[in-house]
């Protein structure tokens, strides 16, 4: 397997004014279950570009277990890669895929041990019986597993990059891949890096996830730590639906401001919905009125709703089994909150 290390990677394409990516610094574990996350044009797909050696970085090294391999050819750096639909030769079956990587750049494999480990990464994805049928003749997401299999057949392979690899597959069926991908990864203990967009795939797939944005990383942690304490408010607004309430430390209750102000003094307060409970309005509460409700579904025998309430001039959304009708003031007490000394923001020259 194999340690990733990038240090002060940035990158501008040809004739562009701007850089894509800034002074990326990232150190991804050996045997790690990794993710970049982040929107559509936050450099995540250049990053692995980097990483697979189709494009060299502007400035930076990138290192494999303490190897420099910033020029290396691709083909030198023992990868793979799984993109959004798969690469499949049409005129194999199943196993032919499989075993094709095998085959190439001067292999010396004897069939006997192709058909070996063909069958073993076969059986480690469950699709052993589909192994002598068509790939016109299986499913999508059937494809996808013969993708990530051929990624992972080549015994020299140490890291596989993996670029929205359920973009294609239906909704429904996604976490059967997402399951199977992790429970292999886990087995094998093979790096991956998991490129998304899709919040819900990073953080049930990754043991550490990176958010990008703007061609930086904003913030590297467990899913729990970047979800629960976000380091950036664009981290607290993007993940999360809705994302993080942010509100001005001048929206609450003077008794609330003193205590938020002996955790170091911040400007901005930011609240989940479900880190938030509704009560009875308080002098020492920061108060609401209900202005929408949206009945999420029940729990433990409760309808829970998320409810728009309107703070001073803020909105902000609070999940709750309470009933509250449109119009009611209610207080808010908050069980978890994150300070910001400043209005952080991305714009075109980053983060500030």
């Not at 359920?166 to 996604?174: Q, W």
């Amino acid at each position: 397997m194999a340690r990733i290390r990038l240090q002060e990677i940035a990158f501008t394409y040809a004739g562009a004014s701007e850089p894509t990516l800034q002074r990326i610094s990232l150190d991804i574990h050996d045997g790690e279950a990794f993710s970049l996350l982040g929107a559509s044009g936050a450099g995540k797909t250049t990053l692995l570009n980097l990483l697979s050696g189709i494009l060299q970085p502007t400035q930076g090294r990138i290192f494999f277990d303490d190897v420099d391999v910033t020029e290396l050819p691709g083909r030198d750096r023992h990868l793979a890669q799984v993109f959004q639909f798969p690469v499949l030769y049409q005129s194999m079956n199943v196993a032919q895929n499989l075993a094709f990587p095998l085959t190439t750049r001067g292999s010396t494999l004897a069939r006997a041990a192709i058909d070996e480990r063909v069958n073993a990464i076969a059986k480690e994805l469950k699709i052993e019986p589909i192994l002598k049928r068509s790939v016109n003749a299986i499913s999508l997401f059937e494809k996808q597993l013969v993708a990530i299999g051929r990624a992972l057949v080549r015994p020299d392979v140490s890291v596989v990059l993996l670029d929205e690899p359920l973009t294609a597959v239906e909704p429904g069926i996604k976490w059967r891949l997402r399951q199977t991908l992790k429970q292999v990864q886990d087995e094998l203990g093979v790096t991956m890096i998991y490129v998304t967009h899709d919040q819900t795939e990073a953080l049930t797939f990754a043991e550490r996830v990176s958010v990008l944005a703007d061609g930086q990383i904003l913030q590297t942690g467990t899913p729990e730590a970047v979800y629960q304490n976000p380091a950036h408010q664009f981290v607290g607004r993007f993940l999360g639906s809705p994302g993080m309430n942010f509100l001005p430390l001048r929206a609450f209750p003077q008794p609330l401001r003193r205590r938020f102000a002996e955790a170091g003094d911040p400007e901005t307060i930011g609240f989940r919905p479900e880190s938030a409970r509704l009560t009875a309005p308080s002098d020492d509460l920061l108060s609401g009125i209900v202005e929408t409700q949206r009945i999420l579904g029940t729990a433990q025998g409760r309808v829970v709703s998320m409810y728009g309430l309107r703070c001073g001039d803020e909105q902000v959304f609070v999940r709750s089994a309470l009933s509250f009708e449109c119009g009611d003031e209610v207080g808010i007490a908050l069980q978890h909150r994150v300070g910001f000394r400043q209005a952080l923001r991305v714009g075109s020259n980053g983060a500030e």
